[in-house]
């Protein structure tokens, strides 16, 4: 059974910080690459950032230097560091991975919310 198990969302003022985790298990296939995404009330889902196996990474512009995602390979556990918080920045976080079958799993979404 595939897992993704997030865990980090809490409630902040802005400019504090917070750090997501994510620990995916079950997944057949090694990853390669794993993500997070967030979606906010009334708004399309967003990518925020996403790294591969190799250490590749990509931000979305709204996040660059701000926040630093990271990955452990050995324990198929993803990071999100979020700096200097902003109350756009509130939202449900969630985590994603794929595999090199592409097939691609979601975690269940962690809130974050910002205060001004």
């Known amino acids: 059974q595939v897992q993704l198990v997030e865990s980090g969302g809490g409630l902040v003022q802005a400019g504090g910080s917070l750090r997501l985790s994510c620990a995916a298990s079950g997944i057949i296939f090694p990853i390669n690459a794993m993500g997070w995404h967030r979606q906010a009330p009334g708004k399309q889902r967003e990518l925020v950032a996403t790294i591969i196996s190799g250490g590749s990474t990509n931000y979305a512009d709204s996040v660059k230097g701000r926040f630093t995602i990271s990955r452990d390979n050995a324990k198929n556990t993803v990071y999100l560091k979020m700096d200097s918080l902003k109350p756009e920045d509130t939202a449900v976080y969630y985590c994603?991975?794929?595999?090199?079958?592409?097939?691609?799993?979601w975690g269940q979404g962690t809130q974050v919310t910002v205060s001004s």
């Open positions: 994603n991975a794929r595999n090199y079958n592409y097939e691609e799993y």
